[in-house]
């Protein structure tokens, strides 16, 4: 079989092996038929539907040092913030007002919220009948247990890379075994888990993303969020050429391919690299947008990496541009909360 004919039945069977997922990555000439594909994939198990998160950036202080992020530790360079609670449910306020059914907490792993913190900030935003994300990195079985008694919903950890020793060259004082186990604990205690990888990092190779999106579909994720790894500056990853838009959106085809309904952002990273990079990532199987409802001081400050897009809108143009996007499409913003189809498993 070519590479045509393998997709065509994978998108029946949703089953695809390594030596084909990597003779698909390497085909230089398969991208348009693969995100097509992928398009009508994501259409037939979850419709035109598009998703809007609004994404709260609400702390850049991390006491890690991953090598590609802007946020790390060792970065001197950066001005760091963290913002109040008040502030931050006031910003909750404020995305429900726009229309969005969930927000987004994402930060850096700020000890300063401990669980009592994070708890009260959960339950006061559940009050306003949001879904709740949250992306706090790596925490304790318990403190996730008691942000899922307070309410949360949903939770993103990127594994960033399934390749072991590349993970733990790329993440000092980290485990790679214990973000594996994070991930399988959050699954454990009835969240909706979202992991994902970084396209592109240095010496990661076609075979790494291969088991990356056979390990999404080993977990049986519930998100997926992926996009190019973008070199940033005042980290050891400077001078590194970085991800290309192609090799993610073909990475995220196929995850739509191997795991046909479940959620999938159009990300940030990809409209980075390119001004229509998350309408390409809608029309190749994404189905979720997570516009940055943080305010303009702090998301400028929440530099993980270079010329992020979006940063000169305000959260009111961002959402009227992107919903004109969206319906240039012949898509629709979604009324509902957006659940993964198959679990359900809400609080709201
Ligand atoms: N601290 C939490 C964590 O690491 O899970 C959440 C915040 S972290 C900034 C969110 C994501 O940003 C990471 O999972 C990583 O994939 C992504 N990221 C960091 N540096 C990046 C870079 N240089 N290019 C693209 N994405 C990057
Ligand atoms: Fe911190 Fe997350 Fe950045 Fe790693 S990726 S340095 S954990 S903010």
Do not use: W
Not at 43 to 57: A, S, T
Not at 193 to 217: R, Y
Not at 257 to 268: E, F, K, M, R, V
Request: charged share 25%; aromatic share 8%.
């Amino acid at each position: 079989m070519n590479n045509k004919e393998i997709i065509e039945k994978a998108k029946t069977s949703h089953i695809l092996s390594k030596e084909q997922l990597v003779s698909i990555l390497a085909d230089k000439n398969i991208s348009s038929f693969l995100f097509k594909s992928a398009d009508e994939v994501r259409q037939q198990f979850v419709g035109d539907e598009v998703h809007l998160r609004g994404l709260i950036e609400f702390s850049n202080i991390c006491r890690c040092n991953c090598f590609y992020c802007g946020l790390r530790k060792d970065n001197n360079n950066i001005k760091r913030y963290r913002l109040e609670a008040e502030k931050i449910i006031n910003i909750a306020k404020t995305a429900k007002a726009y229309g969005y059914k969930t927000v987004v907490l994402q930060s850096g792993e700020d000890a300063f919220f401990n669980t009592d913190k994070m708890t009260e900030i959960i339950k006061a935003i559940k009050q306003l009948n949001l879904a709740v994300t949250l992306s706090l990195g790596e925490k304790t079985k318990e403190e996730y247990k008691a942000y899922k008694e307070a309410g949360a919903d949903r939770y993103l950890l990127r594994i960033e890379t399934t390749d072991k020793s590349l993970y733990t060259k790329l993440h000092p004082n980290m485990s790679f075994d214990n973000r594996v186990q994070c991930l399988y604990n959050l699954k454990e205690l009835g969240y909706e888990v979202g992991t994902g990888c970084l396209v592109g990092l240095p010496q990661q190779t076609i075979e790494m993303l291969a088991d990356d999106i056979l390990f999404f579909k080993e977990l049986d994720a519930d998100m997926i969020g992926l996009g190019p790894f973008i070199p940033s500056p005042d980290t050891p990853l400077k001078k590194e050429k970085g991800g290309t838009l192609d090799i993610s959106l073909k990475v995220m085809a196929l995850t739509r391919i191997l795991l046909p309904d479940i959620n999938i952002p159009a990300t940030t990273a990809m409209e980075t690299l390119d001004y229509n990079g998350r309408i390409m990532a809608l029309q190749s199987g994404a189905n979720v947008v997570m516009p940055d409802v943080t305010e303009e001081t702090y998301k400028k400050m929440y530099s993980i990496y270079p010329g992020k897009a979006g940063l000169n809108n305000t959260p009111e143009e961002y959402k009227k541009n992107i919903t004109l996007k969206i319906e240039k499409l012949g898509r629709t913003i979604s009324n509902g909360y957006g659940f993964h189809t198959r679990r359900q498993n809400s609080s709201l």
